[in-house]
C-alpha cells in the first residue's frame, strides 16, 4: 500500500483523509502500483500557498512563475513530495467549474504520476498521463469537468 501524509501549510476546507484515500485507491490501479517500490511506500503532498510554489519553482526548477503543482522526487520506501498550491487549486476549480476537491484530486494525482515516472512532453505522453489520470480518478468518483484534460 501507500502511506500518504498531508500538511497543510494553509487553510485548506478539504480534510487530509479525502487525498489519502484518493492517492491510495490511485495506487492500487496495476500500471500505477506496478512503479510503487516493494514494500510500504510513502509519500507526501504539502498544501500551501502561491508564494511557496512560486519559490520552489523558481529554486528548484529555473522559472520564474507560480505553478499549481510541483513534485519531488524521493528515494528508497519515499517515492516523494508533492507540493500543491491551494489558491491555484481554488482559482482553477472555479475556471473549470468543478469542485475544489476535483481540482486538487487532479493536482494530486498528476503529481503522484509524475513521482513514478510519467511526463507528458510528447502528445503520446500527454495522452498517457491523461487517461491514466482519469482512471485514477474515477476509482474515486471524481469526473473532471469537460475540456478539463
Not at 498550491?85 to 467549474?97: F, H, I, K, L, V
Request: aromatic residues 4%; negative net charge; proline residues 6%.
Amino acid at each position: 500500500g501507500l502511506e500518504v501524509e498531508v500538511i497543510k501549510a494553509v487553510p485548506v476546507p478539504i480534510p487530509p483523509s479525502f487525498l489519502r484515500g484518493l492517492l491510495q485507491r490511485a495506487a492500487s490501479m496495476p500500471e500505477v502500483g506496478a512503479r510503487l517500490p516493494d514494500g510500504a511506500a510513502t509519500v507526501a503532498v504539502k498544501l500551501t500557498g502561491d508564494d511557496e510554489l512560486m519559490r520552489l519553482n523558481r529554486d528548484y526548477a529555473g522559472h520564474e512563475s507560480v505553478t499549481d503543482v510541483l513534485s519531488f522526487a524521493g528515494q528508497g520506501l519515499h517515492i516523494g513530495d508533492i507540493a500543491i498550491s491551494w489558491p491555484a487549486c481554488a482559482r482553477q476549480s472555479n475556471e473549470y467549474g468543478h469542485p475544489e476537491a476535483t481540482e486538487l484530486g487532479l493536482l494530486a494525482v498528476h503529481g503522484m504520476l509524475h513521482l513514478l515516472g510519467w511526463d507528458h512532453e510528447t502528445t503520446a505522453e500527454r495522452k498517457e498521463m491523461s487517461r491514466l489520470t482519469i482512471a485514477a480518478l474515477a476509482r474515486s468518483e471524481i469526473i473532471l469537468a469537460p475540456g478539463r484534460l
